[in-house]
């Protein structure tokens, strides 16, 4: 079974710039889960889809970030414009059905952001 | 709001001995899971144990154990003659039943086993 899959693995951009990361969850998971980690932290949810709907976005800085999950599957993160303190590693994670805590989360490898 | 603490930021022991995680939690359920990941320096999060509100029996695997005591709303971790390979930073996290069920974390212990 294939993991969940993110890209790029690294990204450096400068404040102000935008910028977008992808997820590819297990096929066949419903929920899926986008994190930041800042550095010395540990992750924070930043919004939680269940199939193409979001379940929670309370953590989301709306002013600049969003996310998509147009058809269900895969999933897309966007910083416009990226702050220094987005600097982060941003990492998504998926699970089976709408009960991760029940049915266990999977994580992909993270793109490691950094914003000079 | 649920909450994960993890009171000690950086363990250094030597290698063999014994050493023990806390993590203490919040949260108003009834109904929640506790996880502890390992994420070692290539940074991927490795996941250790789940164990959910209604299941306090303490597990041991091999050189791992975990100590969950809901009366002091703790859930701690043991690892016995340690080893280098378990340098990492441990997260301790939380997540309710129910359709929002993303995980709360700690802010980790960073574990460093020296030789």
């Known amino acids: 079974e294939a993991g969940v899959a993110q890209s790029p693995r690294y990204k450096i951009i400068e404040k102000r710039q935008s910028v977008a990361f992808w997820c590819n969850p297990i096929?066949?998971?419903?929920?899926l889960y986008w994190y930041q980690q800042i550095l010395g932290q540990g992750p924070k949810l930043l919004i939680q889809?269940?199939?193409?709907?979001?379940?929670?976005d309370s953590q989301l800085p709306k002013d600049r970030f969003s996310a998509e999950r147009l058809k269900g599957v895969d999933s897309t993160l966007k910083i416009q414009p990226a702050k220094l303190e987005d600097s982060a590693v941003y990492l998504c994670?998926?699970?089976?059905?709408?009960?991760?805590?029940?049915?266990?989360?999977?994580f992909g490898s993270g793109t490691r952001l950094t914003v000079v | 709001a649920q909450k994960v603490t993890q009171a000690q930021t950086e363990i250094s022991v030597v290698e063999k001995e014994d050493v023990t995680l806390d993590c203490v939690y919040e949260?108003?359920?009834?109904?929640?899971?506790l996880f502890w990941y390992k994420q070692p320096p290539s940074g991927e999060l490795v996941f250790l144990i789940r164990?959910?509100?209604?299941?306090?029996q303490n597990e041991i695997s091999g050189r791992y154990s975990w100590n969950f005591q809901k009366s002091t709303s703790s859930f701690n971790f043991t690892i016995t003659a340690s080893q280098v390979v378990d340098s990492a930073v441990y997260f301790c996290?939380?997540?309710?039943?129910?359709?929002?069920?993303?995980?709360?974390f700690g802010k980790g212990t960073h574990l460093i086993i020296q030789p």
């Open positions: 889809f269940q199939n193409n709907g979001v379940v929670d």
């Open positions: 949260t108003r359920d009834t109904t929640y899971y």
């Open positions: 164990r959910n509100s209604f299941d306090e």
């Open positions: 096929s066949g998971h419903a929920t």
């Open positions: 994670a998926s699970s089976l059905r709408g009960y991760g805590a029940s049915y266990g989360y999977t």
């Open positions: 996290a939380l997540s309710e039943e129910g359709g929002a069920d993303g995980l709360t």
